[in-house]
Each structure stands twice: as C-alpha cells, then as structure tokens.
C-alpha cells in the first residue's frame, strides 16, 4: 500500500463510557495500522475508558466534563496540529468501524486527489444493517449535501474519515459542535478542501446501545438541515 513519505499518523477516538469496548477497538487500530499513533479523546466518561485506553497504548485527553462529539474531535484536530501529526485517520471508540477501514483510507488520501476521504457504509458492501428510519434521515441528508456542493455524498453522518494536513488545521480552527460529520462536509466545501468517499465497513456494537432512538433519529434530522441552511449564512472559514 503506497504511504505518504514522513508521514505522522494519528488515529483519534472519541470516547463516552467504552471501557469495556476500548482496548479491543485499540489492539484492533494497532494491528491494522502498526505506524500509527492513537489519540483517546476520554468525553466525560464515568467509567474507565481513560485508563484502560491507557494500557492499551493510546496517548489520551480527558475532557472536564461531557463536551459533545464536536469539541472532543475538534480538541484531536488541535491536538494533531500542535504535535505536528500529518494525517488524522477518525474512529469511534465502540468499535463500530472495522479497524482495516485504516490502511484502505490511508491509501486513498495518499492518492493526493483528495484533502478528505470520508468512509461510506454505503459505498460497497459495509452496512450491516442501519436500521430504516435512520438510513432515510441520512438519504436525505445526504441529498440536500449533494445538491449544495455538487457532489455525490451518500453517508453524510459518518464517523469513519481520513484527512491530510490542511484539513487538519482546518478543523482544528473550525470545526461544528452540534451536528459535525454533515456540517464538516460542507465546512470543507465552502473552504475549498477536495473530498472524496471510500467504501468503509461497519461493525455491530460489542457493548452498550445507542442513544439514537427513532424519535430522535428524526428530531436530529430536522436540526441538521436547519444547522446547514445556517452554515451556508456564516463567514467562510480558511483552510
């Protein structure tokens, strides 16, 4: 697989509550992609995450309290870019994304036709069965994004990305809270940032549930399209 030469690698993970989930996701990310350097963004966790992180190998930040998705991945953005990481490679820490989602990512950012690749479970075979009122919210997220940059996204909720060094202090200096996957796609957009999908294949969560219910899966697609229509009213931020 051709590499980035002098390229530093950082695998961040957010993390709420996955001490029991962390350390396979972790041996798993190491495996996969020995060269890479682990981040563990521990969100406010009640249970052990930071440590076993920890003895699992990975550097790890521990937020004061809850933050959110958005400023735990935005806090690995500034962390990358102050440590002079040339490539962020993003995971969950449920162990959702298949740890050989890494290399192939990897791969396609070193291509050099793109700034990000996001992982798509739709792309390719990945999806191991997105229950259906969540997969329509994101067919129309994805649809409304695809019309605006003019560009086909089909997985505009994903958590699974690559990106190389000007996207990272792109979103270490802006990077959306609320609802971060979908607003960074268009955040990179307006900002001039080159985005492409690779196939990534998802994995059935291990331990815990989500938080997503099907009422919720609504409420948040109704958010995310009034937070784009807003977005597209800011100021552009510069890559």
């Known amino acids: 697989m051709p590499l980035m030469e002098n390229s530093r690698i950082l ?3 957010p993390a709420l509550d996955e001490g029991r989930s962390i350390d396979a996701t972790l041996r798993g990310i190491h495996e996969a992609l020995p060269q890479a350097d682990t981040l563990v963004i521990d969100d406010g966790s009640r249970d052990d995450t930071a440590a076993a992180a920890q003895a699992a190998g990975a550097k790890v930040l521990r937020m004061p309290y809850n933050v959110g998705i ?3 991945v935005q806090a690995g953005f500034q962390f990358a870019a102050r440590q002079g990481y040339t490539i962020v490679l993003r995971n969950d820490g449920d162990g959702q994304h298949a740890p050989q989602n890494n290399p192939q990512l990897l791969a396609a ?5 793109a700034d990000i690749v996001i992982g798509s479970r739709f792309v390719g075979a990945g999806d191991y069965g997105t229950p259906r009122l969540r997969r329509l919210g994101s067919a129309i997220l994805a649809r409304l994004l695809s019309l605006i940059i003019r560009q086909r996204i089909t ?3 994903s958590g699974c990305a690559a990106f190389n ?3 990272i202090a792109l979103f270490a200096s802006a990077y959306p809270h609320d609802y971060p996957e979908p607003e960074a796609i268009l955040i990179a957009w307006r900002s001039g940032l080159r985005q492409i999908e ?3 294949q998802m994995m059935p969560r291990q331990h815990g549930s989500s938080s997503i219910t099907p009422i919720r899966s609504v409420y948040y697609m109704v958010k995310v399209i009034l937070a784009i229509l807003i ?3 800011r100021k552009t931020p510069s890559a």
């Open 11 to 13: 695998v961040i993970l």
């Open 109 to 113: 950012l070193s291509a050099g036709t």
């Open 70 to 72: 958005g400023a735990a």
């Open 231 to 233: 977005e597209l009213l």
């Open 155 to 157: 997985d505009p909720t």
């Open 165 to 167: 060094q000007r996207a």
């Open 198 to 200: 690779a196939p990534a």
